[in-house]
């Protein structure tokens, strides 16, 4: 059984969460004396609400949608209808929000 999180962890998490990878913030936690797998930080951040991807301005279809409440679909075709900008990943499609 893995133990609970403290609030500093949680603290620690959650101020870190959109400028640093889930690997990134479990390096600055062994730091500070604290040992979680960087699978368990993503996990409880995806939990949180927070998006494990450290982009400050760019979003997926996915989590725009999550967000909005509305269907991934109507996403794509908002950028389609007002010529967003985007930037393809491997994966995913970014759009750059500015």
């Known amino acids: 059984m893995n133990p609970k999180w403290t609030d500093e962890e949680l603290g620690i998490i959650e101020a870190k969460a959109e400028l640093y990878t889930p690997k990134q913030i479990a390096s600055i936690l062994k730091r500070h004396g604290y040992f979680r797998t960087p ?4 996990t409880k ?12 301005d760019n ?3 996915a989590e725009i949608a999550r967000v909005l409440c509305v269907h991934s679909t109507t996403v794509s075709g908002w950028v ?6 985007i930037r393809n990943s491997q994966f995913a499609i970014f759009f750059l929000i500015s």
């Open 80 to 85: 389609r209808l007002f010529q967003f900008a």
């Open 39 to 42: 699978i368990a930080i993503a």
């Open 45 to 56: 951040l995806w939990a949180l609400g927070y998006s494990t991807n450290p982009f400050l």
């Open 59 to 61: 979003y997926s279809s």
